[in-house]
C-alpha cells in the first residue's frame, strides 16, 4: 500500500523564509529537518492502493474554487514537542476547507484521527519531535523573527511517501 498526505503547500516568500529557518533550525540545534516542504495539512498520512477515488474527487471538487487569503503571523507550538507559524485563514478559505472535509468523509476508507477535520488548529510546522532540553532554545531562536505574510489557499495537493521523504504526486490548482 503507498502512504499519502493531502496538504496546501505554501509558496513564495512564506516558503523562502520556512526553508531557510528549518535549515537554521536544525544546523544550530542538531534536530531532524522536516520531510515536507511548507504546507498546512488538510488530511493526515493515510495509505491506500486505490488514490483514484481520491484523485476524482479533488478533479471535481477544485476545478470552481477561487484562491483565499491566509495570514501567516508569529509562532506557536503544541506542548514542548512541535513549533509552528501560525497559519490564520480567512473565513473564504475555512469554508473551502470545511468543504473539501465534507467530500473527504463520504470516502468510505478513509479513517480519521481526533485532531483531523474542521475544528482544527491551521499551522506550518518548523520543527517537530523535539525532546524537551531542545525546545526553549529552539523557541527562543524562532522568536527572534516575526513572520507576516499574506499568501493563498490556492491549492490542494497530494504528497506520497517515497520512503525518505514527501513528494508531491498531484497537485489541483484553484482558480
Known amino acids: 500500500m503507498d502512504r499519502y498526505v493531502i496538504v496546501c503547500l505554501l509558496k513564495g516568500e512564506v516558503l523562502k523564509f520556512h526553508e531557510k529557518l528549518v535549515e537554521e533550525?536544525?544546523?544550530?540545534?542538531?534536530?531532524?529537518?522536516?520531510?515536507?516542504?511548507?504546507?498546512?495539512?488538510?488530511?493526515?498520512?493515510?495509505?491506500?492502493?486505490?488514490?483514484?477515488?481520491?484523485?476524482?474527487?479533488?478533479?471535481?471538487?477544485?476545478?470552481?474554487?477561487?484562491?483565499?487569503?491566509?495570514?501567516?503571523?508569529?509562532?506557536?507550538?503544541?506542548?514542548?514537542?512541535?513549533?509552528?507559524?501560525?497559519?490564520?485563514?480567512?473565513?473564504?478559505?475555512?469554508?473551502?476547507?470545511?468543504?473539501?472535509?465534507?467530500?473527504?468523509?463520504?470516502?468510505?476508507?478513509?479513517?480519521w484521527k481526533p485532531h483531523e477535520g474542521k475544528e482544527k488548529v491551521y499551522h506550518c510546522t518548523i520543527v517537530s519531535r523535539l525532546r524537551s532540553d531542545k525546545f526553549s532554545p529552539i523557541w527562543k531562536h524562532v522568536n527572534k523573527y516575526n513572520p507576516q505574510f499574506e499568501t493563498y489557499f490556492d491549492n490542494i495537493s497530494i504528497l506520497k511517501?517515497?520512503?525518505?521523504?514527501?513528494?508531491?504526486?498531484?497537485?489541483?490548482?484553484?482558480?
Open 25 to 111: 533550525v536544525c544546523f544550530n540545534y542538531k534536530v531532524r529537518p522536516q520531510k515536507l516542504p511548507a504546507h498546512f495539512t488538510i488530511k493526515a498520512p493515510f495509505e491506500t492502493e486505490n488514490i483514484k477515488e481520491m484523485e476524482d474527487v479533488l478533479d471535481r471538487f477544485t476545478k470552481d474554487k477561487s484562491k483565499q487569503l491566509l495570514e501567516i503571523s508569529g509562532f506557536n507550538h503544541f506542548r514542548d514537542a512541535v513549533i509552528f507559524m501560525k497559519v490564520l485563514p480567512s473565513k473564504e478559505a475555512i469554508d473551502i476547507h470545511d468543504q473539501f472535509i465534507d467530500e473527504l468523509t463520504n470516502i468510505p476508507w478513509l479513517h
Open 161 to 175: 511517501w517515497n520512503g525518505e521523504r514527501w513528494d508531491v504526486y498531484k497537485e489541483y490548482l484553484f482558480n
